[in-house]
């Protein structure tokens, strides 16, 4: 059995690489038929570290991964590879300078988000953070931390464009579905000119290779995501699931169970089906901006 490694040209978030070295480090144990009990004996800990480590949900020690490689056997040059892939998996990516703005719950998403090969997002409230104009962005700062400093904002701010560089990544850029409710795009955020610019800036996103855009208009009624915002990412490397990522005010849900999965999966295929085809999204958005400019 080789390495997991994150795919070709991606860079591979530490959430995701964690979550590779978890699902290999269960499989060397399965195959050798140790429980985690004894597992994590050998580590001088419990089976619920040895859970919790194969989840992806902890950080990694080297001395307990090298520790559990040779328990289960494995000898060089595997071992060397995933003592390295540990390494890398601590390793902070690149939001760690947002830190003082960056609750932990939204870190997790960011490192999953950089490894993804598809990005499929639904949203009825705001435009996708992948897809915000600075200015646009900065609005919807505003609206929870309106009380903060400048400086503060403004680090919220260049975190969510910061972001949008995976999209435009030389190597393997992830494909970003995206599938917006008109609702999004006609509740004006900041000024006309703000607004204005956000919907030319998806005029032109739209066009992008890797990016796809749908939008839900009024004269669908009501339609199959009745109960609100998702995003669903997915992962070259067959050792990552399927993930559903919902964001709440101050928390978030991470969903890898397949029912739960599957269910959100029909739900965004009805989206997509109730949705204007694509082809349609340019002409949709100079509707908009041109009723925009109207008003």
Known sequence: MSAPSPGVGSPGGPTALRMLLGAHLRKLREERGISRKDAGWEIRSSDSKISRMELGRVSFKERDVEDLLKHYGVVEPELTRLIQLARDAN?????????????????????????????????????????????????????????????????????????????????????????????????????????????????????????????????????????GAFTMLRFQDVDLPDIVYLEQLTSALYLDKREDVDLYTASMEHLCVQAEEPRRTPELLSSILKDLTAD
Do not use: C
């Not at 200015?135 to 009380?147: K, P």
């Open 91 to 227: 390793n902070p990516g690149w939001w760690h300078r947002f830190g003082e703005v960056l609750p932990n719950w939204f870190q997790s998403y960011l490192g999953l988000e950089a490894t993804a090969s598809l990005i499929r997002t639904y949203e009825i409230q705001f435009i996708p953070g992948l897809l915000q104009t600075k200015d646009y962005a900065r609005a919807v700062v505003m609206l929870g931390h309106g009380f903060a400093g400048r400086e503060e904002i403004e680090q919220r701010v260049n975190l969510r464009v910061s972001r949008q560089e995976v999209l435009f990544r030389e190597k393997n850029p992830p494909r970003l579905w995206a599938v917006l409710d008109e609702a999004a795009l006609r509740r004006p955020l900041g000024s006309i000119d703000v607004m204005r610019a956000q919907l030319e800036r998806l005029i032109e996103i739209a066009e992008l290779p890797n990016v796809q855009i749908q939008i839900i208009p009024f004269s669908a009624g009501g339609h199959a995501a009745a109960g």
